[in-house]
């Protein structure tokens, strides 16, 4: 039952910081990039409900005594205040800064939170390919748009240039963006050798994780008992 209660709180734990890091990085570009309406409003509503999930480990967290002001701070949907009860513009100079400053408690809250799921990263070689992938797919997205939206007509928004890199990354590739920069190029060159080695990473840590398992079931003596 120990077990089972463990595995919850760090599944739990993951997910929230799973959440948190997906949030300011949505917050981050919708600060310096130009986004669709109904994207800014879909990172509004996420933000919301990241929000929450963040004020209710607060108020968990007062309970035992634990007062930390950080957790309040990235616990205020700015967004969602500014824009559905104030009635300002996303891209409001008033929202822009108090973003800015949610970003950097976000940034603390990750650190916070990686600390406490350090064992599980050590244990889960998953997480490398994972982290190269995620990885990967922020910094390239960004850096193919700031290359090829002033000359490519298919990269208007920042969107295109996340469909672009997502579908490289995956190796589906339409052909519906092409990149007719060198610095274009050369990133979507990037993209695609970080594909494969993330994909080589995942796979390799998948059957390792597998074997380790199989080997674990081999030598519990429980099973020896049973034989």
């Known amino acids: 039952m120990e077990k089972i209660q463990e595995k919850f709180s760090l599944f739990l734990q993951v997910l929230i910081l799973t959440l948190i890091i997906l949030d300011g990085f949505l917050i981050l570009i919708s600060i310096f990039l130009p986004l669709k309406h109904a994207t800014f409003s879909n990172i509004i509503l996420f933000d919301l409900v990241t929000s929450i999930i963040l004020a ?10 634990i007062i930390n002001w950080n957790v309040l701070i990235v616990s205020i949907p700015f967004y969602f205040i500014g824009v559905y009860a104030l009635g300002l513009e996303p891209t409001s100079l008033i929202l822009k800064p108090l973003n800015l400053l949610r970003v950097f408690g976000l940034f603390f809250a990750v650190k916070e939170l990686a600390s406490s799921v350090n064992e599980f990263v050590k244990k889960s070689r998953l997480t490398y390919g994972l982290s190269l992938f995620i990885s990967s797919l922020l910094l390239f997205t960004i850096l193919f748009f700031l290359e090829e939206s002033p000359v490519n007509p298919a990269v208007n928004t920042y969107e295109d240039s996340l469909w672009y890199v997502l579908q490289t990354l995956t190796t589906v590739g339409y052909g519906d963006i092409i990149p007719v920069t060198v610095l274009g190029r050369l990133t979507g060159v990037m993209v695609m050798l970080s594909a494969i080695v993330a994909t080589s990473l995942i ?7 597998l074997i380790e398992k199989f080997r674990e079931e081999q030598d519990d003596p429980r099973r020896e008992g049973i034989s």
């Open 203 to 209: 796979t390799a840590s998948a059957t390792s994780t």
């Open 56 to 65: 209710i480990g607060y108020i968990t967290r007062l309970k035992f005594g």
